[in-house]
């Protein structure tokens, strides 16, 4: 049985990729935070299931910073294979929590590979990196060979720990690979970002439990996927006979306002009568035209995408409702 460690497990792209690897057969082991709710998480239903969890599904209560703690879950879970996913990943948070999110993402990522590194049979290593190390590209659509030009703390942070995640493949032979994502989504996104944000107020407004959606810049454009084919292209990463880094991307920008309109229209609304915009929402900085091209992926780990846009946002929007309609 092939046994995985997981960081950043109850996330959304943790929860996902769990019960991928539960799908293929691999015992999974996850980094959570001492004072975690796992009743109310994304892992909810694995923690209730008694055929899985503690027999097959194992959590461990613990922080990243306490090495000799990671070092006691690595040495006896001995997985051959590490996804590190935690972090703080709120853009707009990460200027006010510059400080922790550079020790989460940048010095997190940096001791997690020091730990490896002296392990007799290091584990392959999966960094979940980010768009947000382009800032504002000079070309579009970026791929694996664009130059980071971080314009966000939590970029900084990232473009650190995709760096560092380069070197100790290439002076300490660790089989370790940056995956490059882009917005993903889901109805398990978080609720601070604005597909959610957005889908979830459309379907509470619909319901009459909100009476409208204030928001920042709408003219903002992303490239958003699914998280679901994104956690996929992880493991497909690891598999790979190297060690590389890849992109994983739709290649196409939609807008904020595009999302609203999907949104209101999958719940019969008119989104005109609801939506505001707020200065105090707009950002310090914000990326611009980040739209990546993903045929590294496509052609060497023949990674696909599963839904269109379209498709994504109306489910997280149908997902919000409460009630039958
Ligand atoms: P990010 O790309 O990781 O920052 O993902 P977000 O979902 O937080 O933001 C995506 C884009 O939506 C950014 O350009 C934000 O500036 C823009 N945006 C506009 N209004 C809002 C809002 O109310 N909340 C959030 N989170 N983002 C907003």
Redesign the pocket.
């Given at each position: 049985m092939p046994r995985a460690l997981i960081t950043g497990i109850t996330g959304q792209d943790g929860s996902y990729l769990t019960e991928l690897l539960l799908d293929k057969s691999y015992e999974v082991h996850g980094i959570v935070r001492p004072n975690s709710l796992l009743e109310h998480s994304n892992l909810k239903h694995l923690y209730h299931a008694p055929a899985i969890y503690n027999r097959r599904l194992f959590l461990h209560p613990t922080s990243l910073e306490d090495y000799g703690a990671m070092w006691r879950i690595v040495t006896e879970a001995e997985p051959s294979e590490v996804y590190h996913l935690a972090g703080q990943t709120?853009?707009?948070l990460s200027f006010e929590l510059v400080e922790s999110t550079c020790e989460l993402s940048a010095m997190g990522t940096l001791r997690l590979l020091e730990l490896l590194r002296d392990l007799k049979v290091p584990p392959r290593f999966f960094h979940a990196s980010s768009s947000?190390i382009f800032g504002k590209p000079e070309t579009g659509p970026q791929d694996e060979n664009t130059p980071f030009r971080p314009i966000t703390p939590y970029g900084c942070a990232k473009a650190f720990a995709t760096n560092i995640v380069s070197v100790y493949r290439r002076t300490f032979n660790l089989f370790a690979c940056n995956g490059i994502l882009y917005?993903h989504e889901s109805p398990r996104r978080g609720e601070?970002?604005?597909?959610q944000?957005i889908c979830l107020a459309a379907a509470a407004i619909k319901e009459g439990r909100q009476n409208d959606l204030?928001?920042?810049?709408?003219a903002?454009e992303?490239d958003w996927g699914d998280a679901r084919d994104y956690v996929r292209g992880m493991w497909l990463a690891l598999q790979h006979p190297t060690p590389e880094d890849f992109m994983f991307a739709t290649g196409e920008l939609h807008s904020?306002q595009e999302v609203i309109e999907i949104a209101f229209a999958a719940v019969n609304l008119d989104w005109r009568q609801y939506v505001k915009t707020d200065a105090k929402?707009?950002?310090p900085e914000?990326?611009a035209r980040l739209v990546g091209n993903p045929s590294k992926a496509t052609e060497k780990l023949r990674w696909t995408r599963s839904t269109t846009f379209k498709q994504l946002m109306t489910e997280m929007t149908l997902a919000g409702l409460k009630e039958k309609h």
């Open positions: 709120h853009v707009g947000e917005n601070n970002f604005v597909t944000k204030v928001l920042g810049n709408t903002s992303r904020v929402l707009l950002r914000d990326p």
